[in-house]
């Protein structure tokens, strides 16, 4: 079994940033597919970002220019680095790992076998 722990998000002001961080335990972190979604109030679950196993990145045209995401192995660690945030950005953000090893990067909710329980980032106006 997965294990996905997120972290590091708040309240920021507009124009800021924040790094979320999501420990990831139970298996090879290396080989799997790691992603980045978020859900605000009243909308569906969307795709933020991912990270493949040879670290290919994919990124929401949203977030594309502001978030980095990236992975620490050594760690068993994926980051998701977001600057200049905006109030729009507000949502819970989840980190979600794809079950099956060597998986390409996928946008698709339904194709990540493992969810975190999510963090909030709550950008103020």
């Known amino acids: 079994q997965v294990q996905l722990v997120e972290s590091g998000g708040g309240l920021v002001q507009a124009g800021g940033s924040l790094r979320l961080s999501c420990a990831a335990s139970?298996?090879?972190?290396?080989?799997?597919?790691m992603g980045w979604f978020r859900q605000a109030p009243g909308k569906e679950r969307e795709f933020v970002a991912a990270?493949?196993?040879?670290?290919?990145?994919d990124y929401a045209d949203s977030v594309k220019g502001r978030f980095t995401i990236s992975r620490d192995n050594a760690k068993n660690t994926v980051y998701l680095q977001m600057n200049s945030l905006k109030p729009e950005d507000t949502a819970v953000y989840s980190c979600?790992?794809?079950?099956?090893?060597?998986?390409?990067?996928?946008?698709?909710?339904?194709?990540?076998?493992?969810w975190g329980q999510g963090t909030q980032v709550t950008v103020s106006s």
């Open positions: 979600a790992a794809r079950g099956s090893p060597i998986s390409p990067t996928t946008r698709r909710v339904s194709e990540y076998n493992y």
């Open positions: 139970g298996r090879t972190f290396s080989r799997y597919t």
């Open positions: 990270i493949g196993w040879a670290v290919s990145t």
